[in-house]
């Protein structure tokens, strides 16, 4: 950042990181970047059929829509009106939405104004709807002797519960014996299968405009300074001498087979 005195010429600047993350929130604090929207949910999961509570807060107020949406395409959308501060609003969750490719995203754009010489401004905003059925997990309980030796036959008694509802009729289990030692070679990391299988998918909707691009029409007028050597004169003399250019066009041409 810059800021210059006109009056003195005195100048100063400012470095400073806005980050790049669309969905960081701006990290948990109360700042709030110039094309992004702040969305903040009231609970940190749902399940499929509730309504979703989502605090909407842009850098400046405006008018946009409010969307849900998934890889297949938008599920519901509202238009909205956000005054300085923010505001809230319902997002309905219908209970055959029962995916994990979930996200809401706010779109919310500020008019230009003529006399303020000011630009059209939109802010984006996308967070992920976590949806959480307790159901479908099963929780698994081993049971081991104290002490084994080798070259014998281990048994290990697999127990299966669930928090709500009853088991499924039929379970596979696949059971591993890994020694710790060869796994921590890699740090590697045993994966959570709820995780992998109910977890959050990647947003597959890609998003472009030019609004980014606008310049404010405000400031002094750019002067554009170069070198010019003698070629360069030489060859701008031959293109200051040329004739005006011609063309002749006709819309229709017949040929013979």
């Known amino acids: 950042m810059k800021l210059k005195i006109l009056a003195t010429g005195v100048t100063s600047s400012l470095r400073f990181w806005a980050g790049y993350s669309w969905q960081d929130n701006t990290d948990g604090t109360g700042a709030l970047r110039p094309d992004q929207v702040k969305l903040k949910l009231d609970k940190p999961a749902y399940r499929p059929g509730e309504k979703v509570k989502v605090n909407v807060e842009a850098p400046t107020a405006g008018k946009g829509y409010l969307m849900l949406e998934s890889s297949d395409g938008p599920l519901w959308w509202k238009e909205i009106e956000v005054p300085v501060g ?16 979930l996200y809401i995203s706010a779109l919310v754009v500020r008019p230009g104004d003529k006399t303020l010489q ?7 905003g996308l967070l992920h709807l976590p949806l959480v059925d307790i159901n479908r997990k099963i929780f698994l309980a081993l049971s081991t002797p104290e002490r084994m030796r080798p070259n014998q036959t281990l048994t290990v008694k697999v127990k299966a519960s669930m928090k709500e509802g009853e088991l499924p009729k039929s379970i596979n289990v696949l059971l591993s014996a890994v020694d710790s030692g060869v796994l921590n070679i890699t740090n590697f990391v045993t994966p959570d299968p709820y995780e992998a299988f109910f977890g959050r998918k990647r947003y597959s909707v890609d998003q472009m405009d030019i609004y980014g691009q606008l310049i404010e029409g405000q400031g002094k007028t750019a002067k554009l300074s170069f070198a010019v050597t003698v070629k360069t004169m030489r060859c701008l003399a031959v293109v200051r001498n040329r004739l005006p250019w011609s063309k002749l066009w006709r819309s229709r041409h017949y040929l013979s087979c």
């Open 86 to 101: 923010g505001a809230d609003f319902e997002v309905p969750v219908n209970e055959e939405w029962n995916r994990h490719d």
């Open 118 to 124: 000011a630009t059209p401004k939109r802010a984006v």
